[in-house]
């Protein structure tokens, strides 16, 4: 079988980033349609018309929230095969919990500084 070659880092980042894009578009189109579909009025019209709104409205955002965390996932990975000069599942792992730090933490302080 042969190796699977990934995209040379500086590429790796804005191709994974593209990719997360559009899966979150695709699956938030998905899953928007069916619930704009759920919240409007009964008729075909209203449903249709309905469902149509919310993936025009919610499907980017959450597009926008997956590229987020690829690109961060990407970045991150790039960075420990650089400083680490070696590609390996630990690699992966780091990343994943790195993004998954600067996630939390960009939630947290925006919770932080907020006033109610």
Request: hydrophobic share 45%; with cysteine; net charge positive.
């Amino acid at each position: 079988m042969e190796e699977y070659a990934r995209e040379p880092c500086p590429w790796r980042i804005v191709d994974d980033c593209g990719g997360a894009f559009s899966m979150g578009v695709i699956g938030g189109g998905v899953v928007h349609s069916f619930l704009g579909a759920r919240n409007a009025p009964a008729g075909f019209r209203y449903r249709l018309a309905g469902s149509l709104m919310a993936v025009k409205h919610k499907a980017p955002i959450v597009g926008g929230n997956f590229a987020i965390w690829g690109g961060l996932f990407s970045t991150f990975d790039c960075t420990l095969v650089h400083l680490r000069q070696k590609e390996d599942p630990w690699n992966s792992i780091t990343s994943g919990a790195l993004t998954g730090a600067v996630l939390a933490a960009r939630s947290t302080f925006k919770k932080f500084f907020m006033t109610d």
